[in-house]
């Protein structure tokens, strides 16, 4: 058994290729050389900024010999047949063998392949992969044709300690690698896997990146403690700058005092964006006047210099940001609302200051359904949008909503304005916090809506992975904001309502559109229910009602209608139904007609018959008044009584009997089991 080592070295990979660059190189290897006989124990694949490294173990010295058997022509076929045959198979006929198999005496040739060693087949599968590699931007260098993500400088391949001539353009494998760029890069000579990982550690490269990631963060909340501070967590920055450093060292810098009267989220997305420091926070939850920079190098003076120079990057960055505060504060917020007119939207649905127009209509009918002052959802509405003319927005459009909040306060609005502006593209994702405040929640969901209405009403909707207006997370949106904030909104009559804001000319009229997004969110809340336990099949059971559209009340059903499928009574009533159902829907089909309300009292001749009758007609009797009043669970008790009567009904009565009138009774009986049933949900979308 043999260990492989290939180690590609080149010029810095950007961090946010790294991760996947390892899956693919691993995929495409272990793939290649199992395709070709060879597969070994364990795949382990490690990424630096310069190096892509895989360690193989366990492979087998050569791919396993082959005998193949193949079938060819039938005897007295064509010449030129039986010649392709011979051709193909690289046998001659004095090889082939002559067999009857039934059918006639066909020619077979008997093939013998000797196994390849492993290191021709691991030269073929490597330079295929790089040939082929999946790099989302490459690049040529000098007069080569070949592409890779920066210029490849160097390969080392290694099977059993022995080079595998690997060549890849100009470079071709060999056994040198190199340490730290300043820190140790002199060439390196390995041998092994084990070697290479020894030696690299020596020269200050770590190769495994969850190491550098995990170091990375021991020492930031090391440096934090220190200063009596704790780090803000940012996973997303820890692992790009995982993907920068070799040697991780983590410093502690200073921010300049006149800059900490700018917005705390202005200063951090700053230094996170263009400079990607980590931010330390107080014990009120402020940022503190301190931050952590990761860097690559180990110094004489304990990175002093490291960090005053990056202090003094940083005060230019902050002066940028501090100009464009200072800036925007000169012009209140709302008199940037005529910009929104020369800001597109989308060509078909108009421009932002459209949007806030409509935002403001949809805003106003929502306060007055929520019972929410329509003077502070209307504002909240009108100015929503105004900060995306802002200078700081320009900077950092990842800041939108925020700084109108910081804007608008500082103009003197009501603060449930300011929070709702901040907070009206929320929750934009399963991990974002959904807005509670009342006027928040009225200004995100008007956001949402004239999305998803606008959108679907243009026919521009979600297909399948493609989704480029984000219109499944906006609904997931809405989803959160109905159920989080136990909201009694009816879908259909609110889709329409927000329709009717439109003053451009849809495609798409208002009934269509509201029964396209009713199926849409169907689905929507399925995923969302998923992670929670509740059955997709539930869900559409109860979605499939004539006119159920209010979450929160079809939440409550869906639960009521779990627990009692829970129950023996529950699933043999689910039996029943289907029994039933089937019954009626084969023999309406036969006779061409309906048996719904077609039971005749003075035809219920068997006891069992009476006893079904009475028990749905009392049934119903509690049924109706409970669902009325919500009392789901009290009404699935109710039906739950059905199940003896419709058992001993089954059991004693022909329902397809030879007496015409009785045959027509007894299917209408059934047919009022369904009926009852569907009260509660379609039980036919149910499985199981």
């Known amino acids: 058994m043999a260990e492989l080592l290939l180690e590609l070295f080149s010029e810095e990979i950007p961090a946010r290729m790294q991760a996947k660059a390892a899956a693919d190189l691993k995929q495409m290897v272990v793939d290649g050389l199992a395709a070709q006989g060879l597969t070994g ?18 492979l087998p010295l050569a791919t396993p010999d082959i005998d193949e058997e193949r079938r060819g022509p039938r005897q007295g076929a064509p010449e030129a047949a039986l010649d392709g045959f011979l051709k193909s198979s690289g046998v001659s006929l004095a090889e082939c063998q002559q067999r009857d198999t039934g059918k006639g005496i066909f020619y077979f040739a008997i093939i013998k392949r000797p196994g390849r060693p492993a290191a021709q087949v691991v030269q073929d599968v490597v330079e295929q992969t790089l040939a082929a590699f999946p790099w989302p931007k490459s690049m040529r260098w000098g007069a080569h044709s070949q592409r890779w993500v920066r210029p490849l400088q160097h390969i080392v391949c290694l099977l059993d300690g022995v080079v595998v001539p690997v060549a890849f353009g100009p470079v071709t494998a060999g056994n040198l690698t190199q340490g730290h760029r300043f820190l140790a890069p002199a060439a390196l000579t390995v041998k092994d896997a084990a070697d290479y990982q020894r030696q690299l550690r020596q020269a200050h490269v770590l190769l495994d990146p969850e190491e550098r990631r995990q170091g990375i963060l021991d020492q930031a909340e090391a440096a934090a403690r220190q200063e009596g501070l704790r780090l803000r967590k940012d996973d997303g920055l820890l692992a790009e700058v995982t993907g920068l450093v070799e040697w ?35 014990e009120d939850g402020r940022l503190a006047n301190r931050f952590l920079v990761v860097s690559n190098m180990v110094t004489n003076d304990q990175g002093r ?53 409509r935002l403001v209509k949809i805003a106003g009918h929502l306060a007055h359904l929520l019972g929410v002052s329509p003077v502070l959802a209307q504002r909240a509405a009108l100015l929503a949008k105004a900060d995306l003319s802002s200078e700081m927005v320009g900077e ?6 925020i700084m109108g909040r910081y804007y608008a306060l500082a103009d003197g609005e009501d603060p449930a304005v300011g929070e709702a502006i901040a907070q009206h593209y929320a929750p934009q994702g399963p991990a974002d916090g959904c807005p509670t405040a009342p006027v928040s929640v009225t200004v995100a969901l008007a956001d949402k809506l004239d999305a998803l209405v606008g959108f679907f009403s243009i026919d521009e909707k979600p297909t399948g992975s493609k989704d480029p207006f984000a219109l499944r997370r906006a609904a997931l949106g809405v989803i959160r904001l109905i159920l989080e904030n136990g909201l009694r909104l009816p879908l259909k009559p609110l889709f329409q309502a927000v329709h009717a804001a439109f003053a ?18 169907a689905d929507r809340l399925k995923v969302h229910l998923r992670e ?50 089937n019954i009626v829907r084969i023999e309406e089909k036969k006779d061409g007609r309906s048996y719904a309300a077609l039971v005749d009292a003075g035809l ?14 009392e049934i119903r009797g509690v049924m109706e008044p409970a669902l009325a009043g919500e009392r789901f669970v009290e009404a699935l008790a109710a039906l739950s009584r059905l199940r003896r009567p419709v058992d001993e009904f089954f059991e004693d009565v022909t329902v397809n009997c030879d007496n ?29």
Not at 46 to 57: E, G, N, W, Y
Not at 324 to 343: G, H, I, V
Not at 396 to 401: S, T
Not at 508 to 518: C, E, G, H, P, Q
């Open 504 to 521: 451009a000319a849809l495609s798409r009229d208002a009934a269509v559109t509201s029964a396209d997004l009713l199926e849409f969110f």
């Open 604 to 617: 219920l001749t068997a006891p069992a018959e009476s006893a079904l009758a009475n028990a749905l007609r």
């Open 532 to 581: 929670q336990g509740v059955r997709h099949d539930l869900v559409s059971a109860v979605f499939a009602l004539d006119g159920e559209d209010d979450l929160v009340r079809l939440l409550a059903r869906v639960a009521a209608l779990k627990d009692f499928l829970g129950t023996d009574d529950g699933a043999n009533l689910l039996t029943a139904y289907r029994r039933a159902a």
């Open 660 to 688: 015409p009138p009785l045959r027509v009774n007894r299917l209408g009986l059934l047919s009022a089991i369904v009926a009852a049933m569907g009260l509660v949900a379609d039980f036919a979308k149910i499985e199981g």
């Open 248 to 282: 991780p060292v983590v410093l502690v810098g200073s921010i300049d005092p006149a800059f900490m009267g700018v917005p705390d989220e202005v200063l951090i997305t700053s230094m996170r964006s263009h400079q990607k420091y980590f931010s330390l926070l107080g």
């Open 41 to 58: 124990r364990s795949a382990q694949v490690m990424v630096t900024p310069r190096r892509l490294t895989l360690i193989l173990t366990d």
């Open 396 to 401: 950092f459009p990842e800041l939108q909503g």
């Open 305 to 357: 210099a490291i960090v005053a120079g990056n202090e003094r990057v940083l005060r230019a960055r902050l002066s940028d940001a501090k100009f464009f505060w200072d800036t925007d504060r000169k012009q209140r917020l709302e008199a940037r609302l005529p910009k929104l007119a020369e800001r597109l939207y989308y060509a078909r649905l108009g421009s932002m200051g459209d949007k806030t127009q």
